[in-house]
């Protein structure tokens, strides 16, 4: 009995759901924290063989809290025909309240190729407000109150002249560009890759990281890469989720390696879209050379069916 104390004290609350072939744990390691205090929440995800698990982000959903930390597990058999992934967050919340973790979804098919669900339950955690330390002293002052800025005299009629000034500039320039478009003749459409590269070099001068704005930085070139795949692979992708543009990548029979290497690098920015995870430096560079990998690879990969293709043709002909 000794032996099992630690593992029941392991996690003070945890959530179970069980399929037929699919079982999916959620776990935390305390269920009441203050303002600013970090929970490990853990999901396991064990399956047998046979199963084809949809791709998903676990953190994507975890209502009041944010991702400080995560870590994915490779999948490791547990039996001759079972399978467990594990992935870990490190989660907190700077709000006071009783708030939950909803509940984790995994959509699969089982051996027959049926399509079926399975869900765990949701996670409740009560975050209490920091208490009062006797010895703090009140040292915080109030705000003071706003500073009335008063007006100079009228600039409307400037401002009007200015404006009509700049709209007739505008209006020469439009018409002067528009006569050279018609005469000239209609330019050859640009690369996709080069496309690419050029606006993952245009990001990386707008230093949105430098500025902190991290997200806003995750979405551009998280579209840049998305637009590169329609360019590329003829499919659209700027308005689906990441495992329906991985499905029908893999319809397609776009090479293996590529698919993988895309979904990997657009589940890595969903965490920062969706699930408020913070990026260390190194993972942000990574994020950026991995964008470039993928235009690189995905180039070359197009480059040689093509040069395959002519040299078919051309033994074809010979002979």
Not at 8 to 18: C, E, M, Q, T
Not at 153 to 176: D, E, N, R
Not at 236 to 259: H, P
Request: with cysteine.
């Amino acid at each position: 009995m000794k032996r099992l104390l630690p593992v029941i004290f392991l996690f003070l609350f945890s959530g179970f759901a069980l399929a037929d072939e699919v079982k999916l744990g959620v776990k935390v390691d305390k269920d009441t924290i203050t303002i600013g205090d970090r929970i490990t929440y853990e999901v396991d995800t064990e399956h047998e063989d046979g199963i084809e698990l949809e791709p998903h982000i676990f953190g994507a959903n975890l209502g009041e809290f944010e991702i400080k930390y995560y870590r994915l597990e490779e999948p490791k058999k547990i039996s001759d025909n079972k399978w467990l992934s594990r992935a870990f967050y490190i989660i907190t919340t700077f709000t006071t309240g009783e708030f939950s973790i909803p509940p984790v979804t995994v959509k699969y098919k089982d051996q027959k190729g049926n399509e079926k669900t399975v869900a765990s339950e949701e996670i409740k955690i009560k975050v209490e407000s920091v208490k009062r330390n006797p010895d703090d002293k009140d040292d915080i002052r109030p705000l003071k109150g706003p500073v009335e800025i008063r007006q100079g005299f009228p600039l409307a009629a400037l401002t009007a002249l200015l404006l009509t000034a700049l709209l007739t500039v505008a209006g020469l320039i439009y018409f002067k560009k528009k006569k050279k478009t018609e005469l000239a003749p209609p330019r050859p459409p640009r690369p996709p890759e080069e496309i690419a590269m050029e606006e993952l070099e245009t990001l990386r001068e707008k230093r949105l990281i430098e500025k902190g704005m991290v997200e806003e930085y995750y979405i551009e070139i998280s579209d840049i890469i998305r637009k590169y795949i329609e360019g590329r692979f003829r499919v659209f992708a700027l308005d689906r989720t990441t495992w329906e543009l991985y499905r029908e990548m893999r319809e397609k029979k776009i090479q293996k390696r590529s698919v993988d290497r895309i979904k990997d690098f657009l589940e890595d920015c969903d965490l920062v879209k969706f699930a408020k995870y913070i990026p260390e430096q190194k993972e942000i560079e990574d994020a950026y050379n991995k964008a470039k990998e993928i235009v690189e690879i995905t180039s070359l990969e197009k480059r040689d069916s093509i040069i395959s293709g002519i040299d078919n043709k051309c033994s074809e002909a010979v002979g």
